[in-house]
């Protein structure tokens, strides 16, 4: 992926019900739980069937963390891959910098130099909005991140963006993956129902 992506997203379902659609992103490292660790992206509410929502997947990544229980955020730094991130504090007080290379090319590394109670958290942002999120980063640690162009779509009865996963009503614990690598332009829709259940479907990629 080397440029924004536009998503336009098509209900071709039976849903008098009416379910949220939701979407989230994975840290590729293999201890990464979806269910546990995954946050929610971005919300689509209200789409009723034959109706369209359209967004855009931004090629550009902030990286930022929290401490006391996310009232006190730093900066955000647009990331690179391959590139380490370190928390410090300085004169001014806690921010966070660039700080040299990661322990591969593929990783982002961010370092945990301060002491604060109960560690940080490390988030990482696509639109303003957050899209992983490592919790209890503790001194002298650090998060690591791996990431592919890749969204996953789910339907859950009651979900907020920027929560865990872990804390929606979700209708299923399997999602459709979609992999945005080389596309520009990208419809999705949903068909099915709540007798036979939902399933996403790629009608266009360019």
């Known amino acids: ?9 098509v209900n071709k379902s039976m849903n008098k019900d009416l379910p949220k659609i939701f979407l989230f992103l994975k840290n590729e490292i293999p201890t990464f739980d979806a269910l546990k660790d995954g946050v929610v992206w971005k919300v689509i509410e ?11 997947f931004p090629l550009e990544t902030e990286v930022g963390a929290t401490w006391s229980k996310g009232t006190c955020k730093t900066k955000r730094l647009l990331y690179s891959t391959g590139r380490k991130y ?43 909005k957050i899209m992983i999120t490592k919790k209890v980063v503790a001194y002298g640690q650090k998060a690591t991140f791996i990431l592919h162009p890749k969204l996953y779509w789910g339907v859950a009865s009651e979900i907020q963006e920027g929560k865990e996963l ?31 259940g939902y399933q996403f479907k790629i009608e266009n990629q360019e």
């Open 1 to 9: 992926m080397s440029s924004n992506v536009k998503i336009t997203y």
């Open 46 to 56: 209200d789409v009723g069937r034959e109706s369209t929502c359209e967004f855009t």
């Open 86 to 128: 370190t928390v410090i504090k300085n004169e001014a007080g806690i921010t966070i910098i660039p700080d040299g290379s990661a322990g591969n090319t593929r990783f982002i590394d961010v370092c945990n130099d301060v002491h604060v109670e109960n560690g940080i958290s490390v988030d990482l942002y696509k639109d303003g």
């Open 166 to 196: 872990s804390s929606a009503v979700l209708d299923s614990d399997h999602f459709f993956e979609e992999n945005l690598e080389g596309a520009s332009n990208v419809t999705v829709a949903l068909y099915g129902n709540a007798t036979d």
